[in-house]
């Protein structure tokens, strides 16, 4: 490592009976060289907690194949003499559990974590992470709830008063006019509801019902007999086309809801749709493809920008889990991104040297997920959002993209083709 030193000398004045006439100053340049370089030996750890056994399964080879080589060899091409190492653990789809998670990070000098992959996970543990000087980052909460300024939880994604409006969007440019919502019990999907319990009927639509059902449930029929009651009737009113049913759900629900509805067949002939939790999940294609499939459950998902970055991350991560490089992903590389640069800048491991870099090195980021800008409130700033839903293309069920929503004209456009036919409209 080169110092280099620079010392002014200021010149003296020489008396001449009227004054003095000063002498010009003199800088003298040294150059001294030191052995250590920054952050030498030094190894950066950073947790990453997934939310279920499944999200662990696909995050490992993520992290094995993606994460390490490409952030080891940034480190390397930077000339640090500095590893990091990634701790990945499982919250086993529990707040409880993961807030624990969290803890343990601490105890091993973990400060640096992303987690909080559902809203119920970072509102559980930011308390924790605020006191105990913490930084959280989240790849995929949404809650409008934990739009906080100035706390240790950054979002690389948008949070859901984007989203709202644009399932309602969604809803009303398909054609459907009366819908019944079917929503988890926590604070992700009644942040969604709220919303769109105000930007949907703004458009002449109709919420015929709000079914609630509880975090912990593993059995639905009870839940689905009353969609199926309020759908019968809606049908008779509006037409089988201009009904459909949101379900604002996680896959780990909605594989169980989507494996029952069969069984009522008013809400088995309507079109399902959905948020960004019930997107490109390969248990909704594994386990119960023949169902997903006749409902499509189309679903909003925040869209990453189209750029060569991306597409050479997508390149790389589809034959590795044979799934699609999604946004949530795409924000978990980014999220490392920004981290490390904020560590490396403050050349220092200390969350409290590195939070308040956070909001200036993401919005000087355009990572695979696009321009990393975030809020007042560390959350990402509004985009677009794909639709996705799910289609059997040569005997085997797979996640396809079916339209976008531009954050700008607040309009969808469907993407014919993909879907086959033209939808109803409003």
Known sequence: MIITVVMLIVGLGIGTGIGYVAMPAKVSIT????????????????????????????????????????????????????????????ANEAAATHLEKVQAFRAQGILVFEGGSWSSFASAALPYCNQNDMLMWSSSSTSPLLRIANDNLYRMCPDDTVQAPAIAEMLWSWGVK???????????????????????????????????????????????????????????????????????????????????????????????????????????????????????????????????????????????????????????????????????????????????????????????SGWCKLNEAGDRAAGNYDIWGYKNIGGTVQTVKFGLYDGVSGKVSWDLAALGYTPPGP
Not at 38 to 61: C, D, F, R, V, W
């Open 31 to 90: 150059t001294q060289y030191v052995e250590k370089k920054p952050m030498a030996g030094y190894e950066i750890k950073y947790g990453l907690i997934a939310s279920s056994t499944t999200g662990l399964e696909q995050t490992k080879p993520f992290i094995e194949s993606i994460l390490n080589p490409d952030f080891g060899n940034y480190l390397k091409l930077l000339g640090y003499d500095t590893t990091f190492k990634i701790f990945l653990d499982n």
């Open 178 to 368: 009366a819908v019944v919502v079917i929503q988890r019990g926590d604070a992700w999907a009644d942040g969604i509801f709220n919303i769109l319990n105000v930007e949907y009927p703004k458009k002449g639509g109709v919420i015929l019902e709000r079914i609630r059902y509880a975090a912990e449930a593993t059995e639905f029929s009870s839940y689905l007999q009353t969609a199926e009651t309020k759908a019968k009737d809606a049908v008779a009113t509006y037409g089988k086309d201009h009904v459909g049913i949101e379900l604002i759900a996680f896959d780990t629900d909605a594989v169980t809801v989507i494996s029952q509805e069969k069984d009522y067949p008013t809400i088995y002939s309507l079109k399902w749709f959905g948020s960004d939790g019930t997107t490109m999940s390969s248990r909704l294609c594994n386990e119960v493809p023949e169902q997903v499939d006749h409902v499509s459950q189309y679903s909003t998902l925040a869209a990453p920008a189209g750029s060569p970055k991306y597409t050479a991350l997508y390149d790389r991560y589809y034959p590795l889990l044979k799934l699609p490089f999604g946004y949530y992903t795409a924000c978990e590389y980014d999220i490392l991104q920004v981290v490390l640069n904020s560590i490396l800048q403050a050349q220092s491991y200390d969350p409290k040297d590195i939070i308040p870099l956070q909001m200036d090195i993401a919005t000087n980021t355009f990572g695979c």
